[in-house]
């Protein structure tokens, strides 16, 4: 069975274009055709090998339900599938996000709705 959400690692300014009403991908995300989004398991390994001493980052739980046939589940990273978004990012799929923090065994936290 598939996750019902996956997870969004984003930028001050990618938040911000969000927060406006949808994302429509980073530059990585628009050259590869689709957003990238990592299931919760997939996560800290997806910050760590992407966004390596980035700071101001944010991580967004995305509702997987509402954007149907968009999401397509494909081989990436180490033959793992990932859940991929071939459309914008509505901030309604949006359930919540935090700022990127990481607990004290350095895993990436979740954000928390509410």
């Known amino acids: 069975m598939r996750d019902a959400v996956a997870f969004k690692v984003l930028t ?4 911000a274009e969000l927060e406006a009403g949808s994302f429509a991908g980073s530059a990585a995300d628009r050259r590869d055709g689709y ?3 990592s299931t919760a398991a ?8 992407h966004y390596a001493g ?14 149907g046939d968009a999401i397509r589940w494909e081989a ?5 599938d990932f859940p991929h978004l071939y459309a914008s990012l509505p ?3 949006v ?15 979740l954000p928390v709705a509410g």
């Open 35 to 37: 957003l990238h989004l």
């Open 95 to 109: 359930v919540a996000y935090s700022p990127l923090e990481r607990d004290d065994a350095g895993q990436v936290k």
């Open 54 to 67: 980035q700071t101001d980052l944010h991580v967004a739980e995305v509702d997987l339900e509402p954007l």
């Open 42 to 49: 997939q996560l800290t390994a997806t910050v760590d090998k």
């Open 91 to 93: 901030l309604d799929a």
């Open 76 to 80: 990436a990273r180490d033959g793992q």
């Open 12 to 15: 001050a300014a990618e938040l």
